[in-house]
């Protein structure tokens, strides 16, 4: 005669982040440290030589790209998208400082939240990414004996890019930026919001590649500094760099 089984409690399904080393999948990490949300994380080392992504994670996900969310059948791309949709799924557990992660809509907290997600990644980014291709082009192996004549045309070349293209957007990004942390603690407002998660990669990207000296970039943008030292000092973005390794290469 067989013993029937007991039942057992429906589970949810398991939170599953691949992670590629030294990306914008840190934010994502962080969040979900902050929630306290139990997640099995998958890293992934980037490519030697070129420093892409691997081609494993096309298998996660067509474009291959990380960070991606995979929560049960649902396969989730795009930090802003994971971000958002980490705090619609487990909204109960936005509390205490986290109580605002998403302002309420109408608010202005809100439409400050909406467009910083959407600043990160549309106008700050693909600047902060041309400044590090352009820095890193002249220093890509070429042949030695057409080294002498083409190092010194690409090393003008990309010279000339970021005086006259790239360096001037991103010196009207950053003093627009600390004008706006000037006026609040947190990028929506009093509170932590997901603004905040989206903005700390860029905000490492550029003061990693811009700032000069930490002394120096520390004057030149003393709010820009104190938002990135109060994001610094989280326990939960602590542990979320223990597990992920360093934010910037």
Not at 43 to 51: D, E, K, L, M, S
Not at 92 to 97: I, L, N, P, S
Not at 102 to 126: D, I, K, Q
Request: aromatic share 8%; charged share 20%; glycine share 4%.
């Amino acid at each position: 005669m067989n013993t029937p089984s007991t039942p057992t409690a429906p589970h949810s399904p398991t939170l599953v982040l691949h992670h590629l080393e030294q990306s914008r999948s840190q934010r994502v990490l962080w969040l979900l440290e902050e929630m306290g949300l139990p997640y099995e994380l998958k890293t992934y080392a980037r490519q030697r030589g070129n420093r892409l992504a691997p081609p494993e994670l096309k298998a996660v996900h067509p474009l291959g790209k990380s960070p991606v969310l995979v929560h049960g059948s649902e396969v989730v791309a795009e930090s802003a998208a994971i971000l958002e949709y980490l705090a619609e799924t487990f909204a109960e557990r936005a509390q205490g400082d986290l109580a605002q992660l998403v302002p309420a809509p109408g608010t202005p907290e809100h439409r400050r939240c909406r467009f910083w997600l959407h600043y990160a990644e549309g106008s700050l980014m693909p600047w902060l990414l041309m400044k590090l291709v352009f820095q890193m082009l002249p220093r890509q192996p070429m042949p030695f004996f057409v080294r002498p004549l083409v190092q010194p045309i690409v090393h003008y070349i990309c010279q000339q890019v970021q005086l006259k293209l790239i360096d001037p957007n991103l010196q009207r990004a950053l003093p627009f930026i600390e004008q706006e942390l000037a006026q609040r603690p947190w990028f929506a407002g009093e509170h932590l919001s997901l603004a905040d998660f989206q903005m700390s990669y860029p905000i490492e990207a550029a003061l990693t590649r811009l700032g000069g000296p930490p002394s120096s970039a520390s004057k030149k943008w003393p709010h820009l500094h104190a938002w990135l030292e109060r994001v610094h000092a989280r326990a939960a973005y602590q542990r979320a760099l223990a597990k992920g390794g360093p934010v910037m290469w």
